[in-house]
């Protein structure tokens, strides 16, 4: 299967910890990258291969893959935060890429 | 810097044609893998079409046969043919550039197409 599963929307506490998941077979093979988007903004890459974060993303970013699904932690999470996240990995082709759905994620 | 710069958007009816341009400065073009990636109005981003550094080109299925991504070296910019436009191809356009393992590192800030009668 092509395809890769989140949950539409995601809750949590300013400071708490939380975990969006991303679901798929070609997660077996290939890690997942995360992508923060927040309205009217292009996406930004926060996490990529085992464990990546890109200059200037926080450290409370971290990426985790277990089996078929990886997982993006956010821990402490900030006001600043509030988003939309995208996975994305390859297809098993390994030629075609292909994201998730996306979680929204509130801050409260 | 680093940067990519979309340019090419607008409107178009359906079955109509459109050329998107993707301006990249900070680094080289045909030394990376370059992908575009749509996102409908209040819809989810969607891989459109990669060029790997050695030139092979793919497709999703939505858009094979009608779109052709290509690049000019010479003004270090990557482009997308976009043929047979339908409705279902509104979205905002961006161009990104590829890690060596895959990861979308560097996007545009998009360009608009909307296809309408």
């Known amino acids: 299967s092509s395809e890769l599963t989140q949950d539409p929307a995601v809750s949590v506490a300013l400071g708490q910890t939380v975990r969006i998941t991303c679901q ?36 409370r970013f971290s990426g985790s893959s277990s089996g078929n ?7 402490g999470a900030q006001a600043e935060d509030e988003a939309d996240y995208y996975c994305n990995s390859r297809d098993s082709s390994a030629n075609h890429r292909v994201f998730g759905g996306g979680t929204k994620l509130t801050v409260l | 810097e680093v940067q990519l710069v979309e340019s090419g958007g607008g409107l178009v009816h359906p079955g109509g044609s459109l050329r998107l341009s993707c301006a990249a400065s900070g680094f080289i ?14 819809k989810g981003l969607q891989w459109v079409s990669v060029l790997f550094n050695g030139g092979i080109t793919h ?7 009608r779109f052709t991504i290509s690049r000019d070296n010479s003004k270090n910019t990557l482009y997308l043919q976009m043929n047979s436009l339908r409705v ?8 990104a550039r590829e890690l060596p393992i895959g990861d979308f590192d560097i996007w545009g800030q998009g360009t608009i197409v909307t296809v309408s009668s």
């Not at chain 1, 077996?28 to 996406?43: C, V």
């Not at chain 1, 699904?69 to 821990?75: K, N, P, R, V, Y």
């Not at chain 2, 497709?59 to 046969?65: M, Q």
């Not at chain 2, 279902?88 to 161009?95: K, L």
């Open chain 2, 88 to 95: 279902e191809d509104t979205a905002v356009y961006y161009c």
């Open chain 1, 69 to 75: 699904t990886a997982s993006l932690t956010i821990t």
């Open chain 1, 24 to 59: 798929g077979d070609s997660l077996r093979t290939y890690y997942a990258s995360w992508y923060q988007q927040k309205p009217g903004q292009a996406p930004v890459l926060v996490i990529y291969g085992k464990n990546n974060r890109p200059s200037g993303i926080p450290d």
């Open chain 2, 59 to 65: 497709y999703a299925d939505s858009v094979k046969g």
């Open chain 2, 29 to 42: 073009v045909s030394n990376n893998y370059m992908s575009w990636v749509r996102q409908a109005p209040g």
